[in-house]
């Protein structure tokens, strides 16, 4: 059974920095592509950051050079570091893992998400 448990959301002045981390089990962590999304009330979903399983790193624009994606193979966790948070990063956080060996085959698992909410 594949789980990937979010953690360290919560409420936060703005201005200041949270650290998010997504353990995952059931499932080859190293071999899989992992990001953050999130959402917020009324918006779609948005990719935050990716990291894949090789390291490489993604980011959109509007939190470039405030957060940072790692990840921890031996750990089997990711984790989100968020700095100059500001109102507009209040969102539900989600850990997703992806994998895909040929078109046709992937495997794409969400975690159930943790809250973020900065106050200004």
């Known amino acids: 059974q594949v789980q990937l448990v979010e953690s360290g959301g919560g409420l936060v002045q703005a201005g200041g920095s949270l650290r998010l981390s997504c353990t995952a089990s059931g499932i080859l962590f190293s071999m899989y592509d992992m990001a953050w999304y999130r959402q917020a009330p009324g918006k779609q979903r948005e990719l935050v950051a990716q990291?894949?399983?090789?390291?490489?790193?993604n980011y959109v624009d509007s939190v470039k050079g405030r957060f940072t994606i790692s990840r921890d193979n031996a750990l089997k966790t990711v984790y989100l570091q968020m700095d100059s948070l500001n109102s507009e990063d209040t969102a539900v956080y989600y850990c997703?893992?992806?994998?895909?060996?040929?078109?046709?085959?992937?495997?794409?698992?969400w975690g159930p998400g943790t809250q973020v909410t900065v106050s200004s």
């Open positions: 990291i894949s399983s090789g390291g490489s790193t």
């Open positions: 997703n893992a992806k994998r895909r060996w040929t078109p046709s085959r992937s495997a794409d698992y």
